[in-house]
């Protein structure tokens, strides 16, 4: 029956273009929407994920990532004293201004790592090396920034809160969640850059255990002994940054909305063309009856019609949003699209359109075969 | 002559509200192998609802049809499909074809309902409409054929299934008089032909002259 499906729909050409491009767009809207959210959590989560570590001490209530406070270096010693910790090393979270060369400034992120063991540099360079750092007031800046801070050439001398420092390494892909550009440098030289974490301050404590399947009794322990400090687990510290930017704030939610209507706009275009195409048809499916037909036969041709539809709607938008991906990310915007995200959304999107149709089914279980013999 | 179809008084009542309508009344009447049945009589005397009683499309109110020996007025409404698909082929006042379909894929239809593969159908449909006189115009779409040739692919498709039994209503009803005839004229062609039982219900008197037997029903009872 999948064959008399395809024959209704290809015969009203322009019903189908009409249904197609509704869909087409709703798949457009769906995918930028949740991909520009999961882009924009990837941001906000990135250096916690890129960190090889399992715990995470930040200062009391911390609500997210970008937003710490500054808390005594020296309570590293008490993470490191615990037998189960393979290391534990510090993080500096700060913010500061970089003075551009036409005069302006612009804030930026500030990350400060050590350079002796890498934890919490860079991950992905373009130019130059994460130790390269090491030694003096240098810095990484990552090449996206470039639209806001304007050319970056390795060597050349920027003036931060007032202190000069020099570019090293062009770190790539490497975006806040707040958009501000984010440069890397020595755990010692974030300390001093800013009055926010002065000497013998720290932002984070991260720490590697040796056995990771005791993370929640080392957990349990830090936050019972560092009663001025939150410890979470890495996946804990993640989920707690992405509820602050997606609850919160509400920004997520408004992502989340838009994906829903979205979804049931292409859904509502669907059911209503397919609702609107079986109420016309509805004679050739009281004849289909009359021939032989169960009601079955007749709901697969109108979930199949649905089904074709969905498909080759969605199959447009995700070659569109593909195309238009290099683009959409020239412009500044996180957009994070995986081959998961892309079948999870065509299974929703399938499923709605499936769901839409469930009314012309209804009306099918009704219809009378004694119909075809009315003229 | 081998009886395929037998209706025992069967009687078939709408209520409307308050009012009780009385649309076919204590109806007995057979149908043989290789016979032409007219059913005649005036608009609103209950042919169309005798019709399709026979055709298990509609549940008498009372009494039993039976079909090849086998009471089907019984039996559930998952079951009827099969029943029609098995026993009988219809053909509609109004041709009733599906307009996104060609000629021949309106045949297949039927065809594709009994579980064919995707060879044979499409053979067997043109085998058919070669049968009823359209083996040139197998692959145009109702929309470009004439009343007379709608006429005649519903009865290919009337005919794809190979059941025993086909049900006309009023075949001629939409067509001018000379293509009337004609299409009256194959189907008792097809009818003596294959063996099958034909019902025709017309007000046409055409058709008298074409069949069988004929039985006139006014007020949903034979006169």
Known sequence: MIWLALKTLIHEKGRLFITLMGITFSTILVLTQVGIYLGMMGYATAIIRHTDADIWIASKNIQNFDFALPFPEERINRVSAIPDVLWAERLVLTWGFLKLTDGGQEQVQIVGYNPDTGIGAPWSMLVGSPSDVKGGRYMIIDKTSEQRLGRLEIGTVWELNEKRFKLVGLSKGIKSFTTSPVIFMSYNHAQNVYGMVGAEQTSYIVAKLKDKRKIREVVRDLNATMKDNDVFTREGFIFKTVMYWTVQTGLGMGFFLTAILALAIGGAIVGQTIYANTMEHLKEFGTLKALGARNEDIYKVIFSQAGINAGIGYLVGSIFILFARGSIERAGVPLYLSPGIFFTLFFIMILTCLLSAYFSVRRIKTLDPVMVFRG | ?223
């Open chain 2, 1 to 223: 002559m081998e009886r395929i179809l037998e209706v025992k008084d069967i009687t078939k009542v709408y209520q409307e509200g308050n009012i009780r309508v009385v649309a076919v009344d204590s109806v007995s009447l057979t149908l043989n192998r290789g016979e032409v049945l007219l059913i005649m009589g005036p608009s609103g005397s209950g042919k169309s609802t005798l019709l399709s009683m026979m055709g298990c499309i509609l549940r008498p109110t009372q009494g039993e049809v039976i079909i090849n020996g086998q009471v089907v007025s019984d039996l559930s409404e998952d079951t009827l499909p099969y029943i029609r698909r098995q026993y009988i082929g219809f053909s509609f006042q109004s041709f009733n074809l599906f307009p996104s379909l060609t000629a021949s894929e309106n045949v297949e239809v039927v065809l594709r309902l009994k579980g064919l593969n995707k060879k044979r159908p499409r053979q067997k449909a043109l085998n058919l409409l070669e049968k009823v006189g359209l083996g040139e115009r197998v692959d145009f779409y109702p929309r470009d054929l004439s009343g007379g040739e709608k006429q005649r692919v519903t009865f290919a498709r009337a005919l794809a299934g190979d059941p025993s039994i086909i049900l006309a209503d009023e075949p001629t009803a939409n067509l001018d008089s000379k293509t009337g005839r004609e299409v009256l004229g194959l189907l008792k062609d097809l009818a003596v032909e294959s063996a099958k039982a034909v019902a025709i219900v017309s007000h046409d008197p055409k058709a008298e002259a074409l069949a069988h037997r004929i039985v006139f029903l006014e007020d949903g009872r034979i006169k």
